[in-house]
Nanobody, 120 residues
Framework: QLQASGGGLVQAGGSLRLSCRAS???????????MGWYRQAPGEQRELVAA???????IYADSVKGRFTISRDSAKRAVYLQMNSLKPEDTAVYYC?????????????WGQGTQVTVSS
C-alpha cells in the first residue's frame, strides 16, 4: 500500500525529490508509523537513508546528512525525500518504508522501489 515515485537519472550535484504515498492508510494508522527511506545498491545490503516519526523526529545516515531532507505530510499520508548535491555513490534503488514498533517487535511495510541513478 506504499507507492513511491520521483526517481530518475541526474548528474552529480543535481537534485531529486522522492515521494511516497500511503493512500489506503487512514490518518490514525499513518500517525503510528515511523516513515522512512532505505536504499539498496547492486551487491549491497539495504540501508537506512532517513526516517521520520509522526512527532517529527528525524534520523539520517551519516553519508547523506546535510544533503538529504525527509519530511512527512499526514494530511496526504505522504513522506518525501529531498535529495540535493547528489553523488554517484547515491545510485541505488530507493524504498519507502513504514515501520510500526510494538512489544512484538518491528512490523515493516515496503513500497515497490524507485531507481535513482547519479552520473559523474
Amino acid at each position: 500500500q506504499l507507492q513511491a515515485s520521483g526517481g530518475g537519472l541526474v548528474q552529480a550535484g543535481g537534485s531529486l525529490r522522492l515521494s511516497c504515498r500511503a493512500s489506503r492508510m487512514i490518518l490514525s494508522i499513518f500517525n503510528i508509523y515511523r516513515m522512512g527511506w532505505y536504499r539498496q545498491a547492486p551487491g549491497e545490503q539495504r540501508e537506512l537513508v532517513a526516517a521520520i516519526t509522526s512527532g517529527g523526529t528525524t534520523i539520517y545516515a551519516d553519508s547523506v546528512k546535510g544533503r538529504f531532507t525527509i519530511s512527512r505530510d499526514s494530511a496526504k499520508r505522504a513522506v518525501y525525500l529531498q535529495m540535493n548535491s547528489l553523488k554517484p555513490e547515491d545510485t541505488a534503488v530507493y524504498y519507502c518504508n513504514a515501520r510500526k514498533t510494538s512489544d512484538r517487535g518491528d512490523d515493516d511495510d515496503w513500497g515497490q522501489g524507485t531507481q535513482v541513478t547519479v552520473s559523474s
